[in-house]
């Protein structure tokens, strides 16, 4: 089970920082993000039909998504059915708290998702005042001029930063990679930087909008 949330981890780790990288996009304008999103419509054509690659890109992270879910709940209730009684010592006391805050980060990231996908791909309801009718781009930036969007995206990055950090932590100790000191170091050196880099990315773009740095128009 956590060999299987690792290497699901794993991909999701690669898919949040080219999501992140295509999301900056927004800051070169309407006309750059729009241009970014058809591109990516448009990958591999003609091999596969417009918005092929998307789709089998979407399949293969539900897979992920499902497969991740189900490793972290079963070892929640491992965990929970083999310690019936309170830790008496600080440092498993510790560990048990990290343990918990990656479970419910998890769960609230999981929500996030739903009202992300929902809101920018699947349903695309504006919840701005400007109309984006078949413009992703447009969208975005009415979405991210509404205050409390921004907060709760930007709530969902603390969730995915300490997600991050501590889950590449441990994907690295599952896979075998942090057998010494220095290779621990490394470890949460890199849980770190990732963390920080994909929580600063993601957040540029609805701060850049919300205070007026890019536009609609």
Known sequence: MKMLMAVSGALFVFYVLVHMYGNLKILGGVGAFNEY???????????????????????????????????????????????????????????TVKSKMMRWGGVALLLFLVWHLL?????????????????????VISSFQVWWVVLIYLLALVALGLHLYHGVWSATQTLGWAGNATARRRAKTLGMIIALVTSVGFALPPLAILFGLVKGS
Do not use: E, M
């Open 37 to 95: 999103a058809d591109h990516l419509r448009t990958l591999f054509t003609p091999f596969l039909p417009f918005g092929g690659f998307l789709w089998l890109f979407r399949v293969v992270l539900v897979v992920a998504l499902v497969a991740h879910a189900w490793a972290a709940f079963s070892l929640w209730g491992r965990a929970h059915g083999a310690r019936p009684t309170r830790y008496v010592a600080k440092a498993a006391a510790r560990a």
């Open 119 to 139: 809101q920018f791909t699947i349903v695309k309801f504006n919840v701005g005042s400007i109309p984006a009718q078949g413009s992703p781009g447009l969208l």
